[in-house]
């Protein structure tokens, strides 16, 4: 579910975004992303307060947020980096950027609706199964170099998963998967080979 609405986000900002000059794309990219920031932080903070009402540490939820840091830029960097030296690579960095930080808001928000926190459920191995055969397809279709970012952004990504899927429970391990397949498939702009 998450997956898509992830993918939605993305669609929804694009219209508004991708016109004029490559100037202007890049300055209202860069403008949505630093309104998803801003929104991340307060989100962030309301969900700090509320672990520490709940008499909870805070501890795992700043490694969690660490975690999802370098995920998030270990990710965007392998995605700039794929189509340098086209001008396109800033865009492409930015608009994977606020893909990641809407994303982190949407579970810092919905962890924060939640009444319950239910133990943490297996993850789907149908799920596991589809990001390695996605994974793999990547790593076939790009070079050396390419393919060790790619392979440091997925280690963080996983890092970042266990952390957060140790507080979030339930289904997160299955939805984040779903989503890191999303945004692997959103990070190739060339023709779709999964």
Same mark, same amino acid.
């Given at each position: 579910?998450?997956?898509?609405? =992830?993918?939605?986000?993305?669609?929804?900002?694009?219209?508004?975004?991708?016109?004029?000059?490559?100037?202007?794309?890049?300055?209202?990219?860069? !403008?949505? #992303?630093?309104?998803?920031?801003?929104?991340?932080?307060?989100?962030?903070?309301?969900?700090?307060?509320? =672990?520490?009402? +709940? *008499?909870? %540490?805070?501890?795992?939820?700043?490694?969690?947020?660490?975690?999802?840091?370098?995920?998030?830029? !270990?990710?965007?960097?392998? +995605?700039?980096?794929?189509?340098?030296?086209?001008?396109?690579?800033?865009?492409?960095?930015?608009?994977? #950027?606020?893909?990641?930080?809407?994303?982190?808001?949407?579970?810092?928000?919905?962890?924060?609706?939640?009444? =319950?926190?239910?133990?943490?459920?297996?993850? %789907?191995?149908?799920? #596991?199964?589809?990001?390695?055969?996605?994974?793999?397809?990547?790593?076939?279709?790009?070079? %050396? %170099?390419?393919?060790?970012?790619?392979?440091?952004?997925?280690?963080?990504?996983?890092?970042?998963?266990?952390?957060?899927?140790?507080?979030? *429970?339930?289904?997160?391990?299955? #939805?984040?998967?779903?989503?890191?397949?999303?945004?692997?498939?959103?990070?190739?702009? *060339?023709?779709? =080979?999964?």
């Amino acid at each position: 579910m998450l997956a898509a609405v =992830f993918a939605l986000q993305l669609v929804a900002a694009a219209p508004q975004c991708n016109q004029g000059t490559t100037y202007d794309i890049r300055g209202c990219w860069a !403008k949505q #992303d630093a309104a998803a920031a801003a929104e991340l932080k307060s989100t962030y903070a309301a969900v700090e307060t509320a =672990f520490q009402k +709940e *008499g909870l %540490s805070t501890e795992s939820l700043a490694v969690s947020q660490d975690a999802w840091t370098n995920a998030r830029d !270990k990710t965007c960097a392998f +995605e700039y980096n794929m189509y340098l030296p086209g001008t396109i690579a800033p865009q492409l960095g930015t608009e994977c #950027d606020l893909r990641m930080t809407q994303a982190r808001t949407q579970h810092l928000a919905a962890w924060l609706k939640q009444k =319950f926190h239910p133990p943490e459920q297996a993850g %789907s191995t149908d799920v #596991d199964t589809e990001l390695n055969r996605i994974y793999k397809l990547y790593v076939a279709r790009i070079n %050396s %170099s390419q393919a060790k970012s790619l392979t440091n952004a997925q280690s963080a990504w996983s890092s970042y998963r266990n952390t957060w899927c140790a507080i979030a *429970g339930g289904s997160c391990l299955t #939805d984040l998967t779903n989503e890191r397949i999303a945004e692997l498939e959103a990070s190739w702009i *060339g023709e779709a =080979f999964w």
